[in-house]
């Protein structure tokens, strides 16, 4: 029975690629993984993208509007935040991948996550967790209004950040597990691979599309209770679903800690600077093909890259101590998690405009004519529904029709490069910043001719749509291929660290985000001046400083092409298929 559910060869009814289940064993490939566990797992991220984002989307109207902050305070406070959920995805992978494994780690915390929806949705439903109620009729200027005490600002933010722990532990995991139900050493699954984070990522936007139509107006017109009860009731259900497919789960074995390994190859290596290497790659460390088998993993072979870390390698007498001597698959994984930090730091400048056009574009609406008919308003934080909408059909797009074309042209399985694909989105990114200039300056050209208009601009909130159109097309090519990108290029036993790294940029980049926005704030009011960013927008000069962040974008964009040109890609499990298995794969590439 097994070999009619597997192939002609026994062994090929298992995973090739050291999979396992809970208890350790070996898994068969016809009754775990694939796309039938991935149906759980992406159906989760569906409803827990709408409960993050349910609380994120709208969260810089909540600190305006009912706990009384001004606009740089406010939009500081969301940066902080998100970078922090984002930054403690290192902490989620670090357990993951040294000691517990994704599922058991992303099990830990979803429960931390659930208990900080709970408390965040009671700090927004008891009156005496809020200062009084304030008419505003401008909701970027609160200064008139009685200020939240330290006990109900130490309640809300308590909350806010057992979240990003939470959401720190199951991010950078539930991805990798989603990916990790495919064996590249499988022809039809690894075809499959190469789609899974495109649909990932489109369930991620149906979930924010939900949050950021619904939730917002709910928020924003019923209740703040409601708005963050139906996100916390919306975790819940997708903690139900994931682990209702459990049994379909494919796992990883922990492999040790990512960062005491490659401490160890860089502190061997440093201590044999002056040693010579031998011309031999053979003559280096290296443990037996069995210890790796024994482990789930794979050697890797030396590159002549990074050559000064082979030196870790080389045997000096006879000492085995791990700090003085790595084995070379060992020095290879570190080599491919360096080789990533340059393009993580290319990053750091788009994670920057997307921390700060979700808060600045948000407030921008709030000045705008938002009534469509005589008694419905459209809340600000819903304009964000036409970046999940433009970037659900450019991923739609992209899957199936530019890869196919592509992929003709190119021979490229996946159409075009993992780079390649960042650098397009790149591209978009800076447009995006020029567009939100060159609206801004209209808006304020219109807000001064109508002075006295109550701080309202008799302009449609419409036209801030260009700006969030093309920014779902940017994320649909930088967004993607970032995910993409660092969990294929970081080593088999480090997946949920090189997951972490996409997320990192995004940490980084909020409180980079925060720091610009401060600075620019101060630099430009000194001796006198009125300032770029102030409380009430009208007055301020934003094109000015979405100026700025195109020219930011621009630069960025140059570092990441000497990037790219310096950057080696690691040889994917791939290679290992034999020629037949290959020819197989790209029949079932053409069949699409």
Known sequence: MEEANGSDSGSSIFTKDGSVDLKGRPVLRSKRGGWTACY?????????????????????????KKLHQGTVTSSNNVTYWTGTAFLSSILGAYIADAHL??????????????????????????????????????????????????LQLGIFFSALYIIALGTGGTKPNISTIGADQFDEFD??????????????????????????????????????????????????????????????????????????KMARVLVAAMRKCRVNLPKDSLKLYELDSDEYMKQKRFKIPST?????????????????????????????????????IPVLIAMFIPSTMTAQVNTLFIKQGTTLNRHIGPHFQIPPASLASF????????????????????????????????????????????????????????RLSVARENPNNGGRVPLTIFILLPQFVLMGVSEAFLVVGKIDFFYHQAPEGMKSLG??????????????????????????????????ILNNLNASHLDYYYGLLSILSFCNFFFFLIVCRFYVYKTELFEALTGEEKEELQEIQNRG
């Open 187 to 260: 022809p039809k699954e690894r075809a499959d691979k190469i789609s899974f984070f495109n649909w990932w990522m489109f369930s991620i936007y149906l979930g924010t599309l939900f949050a950021n139509i619904m939730l917002v107006y709910v928020q924003d017109n019923i209740s703040w209770t409601l708005g963050y009860g139906i996100p916390t009731i919306g975790l819940a259900i997708s903690l139900v679903i994931f682990y209702a497919g459990t049994s379909f789960y494919r796992h990883k074995v922990p492999q040790g800690s990512p960062f005491t």
């Open 499 to 532: 997951t972490a790294y996409s997320l990192v940029t995004y940490g980084v980049g909020s409180f980079l985000s925060s720091f610009l926005l401060s600075l620019v704030a101060n630099i430009t009011q000194r001796n006198g001046r009125k300032g770029w």
């Open 40 to 64: 759980f797992i992406v159906v989760y991220e569906l409803f827990e993208r709408m409960a993050y984002y349910g609380i994120s989307s709208n969260l810089v109207i909540y600190l305006t």
């Open 101 to 150: 494994g994704r599922f058991r780690t992303f099990s830990i915390f979803s429960v931390v996550y659930f208990l900080g929806m709970c408390l965040l949705t009671a700090a927004v439903s008891f009156p005496s967790l809020k200062p009084p109620p304030c008419n505003i009729q401008d909701i970027a200027d609160a200064r008139n209004c009685k200020p939240a005490s330290n």
């Open 387 to 442: 970046t999940t909408i433009s970037m659900l059909i450019t991923i739609f797009l992209y899957d199936r029709f530019f890869v196919r074309i592509m992929r003709a042209w190119t021979k490229n399985p996946r159409g075009i490069t993992l780079l390649q694909r960042i650098g397009v989105g790149l591209v978009f990114d800076a447009m995006v910043m020029i567009v939100a200039s060159l609206m801004e300056k209209k």
């Open 304 to 340: 002549n890259s990074m050559r000064f870390l082979n030196k870790a390698a080389i045997v000096v007498g006879t000492s085995r101590n791990p700090w003085k001597l790595c084995p070379v698959t060992h020095i290879e994984e570190t080599k491919q998690m360096l080789r990533l």
